[in-house]
């Protein structure tokens, strides 16, 4: 990236992730992302709901379709 190594800031480049750094210029493998059906925080999704940790489509959501 032309960058000498003492000048790089290692981090997590990807975007998606929720530990995103813009700031970094060499990726070092710390990405990190949210679990299925959650944000970054944990919390459940519109439409989920959390049960025993792990966010799944809620009951009101299941009798609708």
Known sequence: DGL?????????QDEAACN???N?????G???YANTNADC???CL???VDV???????LAR???H
């Open 52 to 58: 025993n940790g792990v966010c799944v489509v809620g």
């Open 4 to 12: 000498c190594d003492a000048d790089e800031l290692a981090g997590c």
């Open 41 to 43: 925080s944990g919390v």
């Open 30 to 32: 710390s990405c990190t």
């Open 20 to 22: 995103y750094n813009e």
């Open 24 to 28: 970094a210029t060499d990726s070092d």
């Open 62 to 64: 299941l009798k609708s």
């Open 46 to 48: 519109d439409g989920f």
